[in-house]
């Protein structure tokens, strides 16, 4: 009798996946479309760069090199990129990523100094100035009268628009009106007749005539330029601030001539003493 033997079911090939090559994620099956990764997802180990150079290098641990026992492989970076994109059941289907260019770098904006007018500072201006003309607010029609004014540069101190602040206020132009309806711009506070050893009554850069006798109401307006200084050192500001003077009145006398046989000293009591 001939007995034929019924073939066996075929047999299922060994798998070559071992049990490292899933971890580091090389383990796959295609369909001829897609390919599909299996493994176990692990966490990026935290690799020192001084070891990697001493791995790629042959050194111990290194594929190429020597690896004592016990010294685990270190994943390649493609297997890395492969974990990092593994779901948590293990699978998934992976493309490569593309390089994406790193965030540019921002640099915040520095809080920048504020827009500061000539009209901002108003409430920092100096205090008004009284002129004075001599001899003592008196003149003689017909003859000059001299105008001084005591304007001096200026600091003062506060707060504007949240900020200290200094503000520096220097006298710029003197603006005159004489109150017989005419005015002047000097750009010179004046000086007595003294100090520009001067006799009375001679024409100096800030004098007026006066032609009729009366009582005129004076007065001078100073324009200041203004510089302010938010800590990082003094800053023009455009244009002038105007403070107005306090009026002052002037007498202007008439003088008369007169023949006499004495002087004054000889007869006190003789014409025009």
């Given amino acids: 009798m001939l007995m034929l033997a019924a073939p066996s079911a075929p047999t299922e090939p060994a798998s070559a996946c071992t ?11 295609t369909d001829g479309s897609s390919l599909t990764i299996s493994g176990t997802q692990q966490q990026q180990p935290s ?29 390649s970076d493609e297997a890395i990129d492969l974990a990092a994109c593994m779901d948590d059941s293990g699978t998934t289907r992976c493309a490569p990523r593309p390089n994406r260019p790193a965030a540019p770098a921002t640099t915040p904006s520095a809080q920048g100094t504020p827009t500061i007018t000539i009209s901002d500072l108003a409430r920092f201006a100096p205090a008004s100035v009284v002129a004075a003309a001599e001899p ?3 003149g003689i029609a017909g003859m000059p009268t001299n105008f001084t004014v005591a304007a001096t540069p200026q600091i003062q101190g506060g707060e504007l628009f949240g900020l200290p602040l200094r503000v520096r206020f220097v006298p710029a132009a003197y603006d005159y009106t004489y109150g017989d309806g005419s005015s002047a711009t000097l750009t010179t506070p004046g000086q007595t007749w ?10 100096t ?38 403070t107005s003077g306090a009026t002052q009145e002037i007498r202007i006398l008439e003088a008369r001539t007169a023949l006499v046989a004495h002087t004054c000293d000889e007869n006190p009591a003789g014409v025009g003493c």
């Fill in 136 to 138: 003592g607010n008196v």
């Fill in 194 to 203: 003294e100090a520009l050893g001067q006799a009375q009554f001679t024409p």
């Fill in 19 to 29: 049990t490292s090559s899933q971890m580091m994620g090389l383990c796959g099956s």
């Fill in 205 to 242: 850069p800030t004098s007026h005539v006066y032609r009729e006798p009366g009582v005129y109401p004076a007065r001078v307006d100073i324009r200041y330029s203004a510089q302010v200084n938010l800590g990082g050192g003094w800053i023009d500001i455009p244009g002038q601030l105007t």
């Fill in 47 to 75: 690799i020192d760069p001084g070891t990697s150079s001493r791995q790629s290098n042959g050194g111990p641990g290194s594929p190429g090199g020597p690896s004592g026992p016990g010294t685990p492989s270190v994943p």
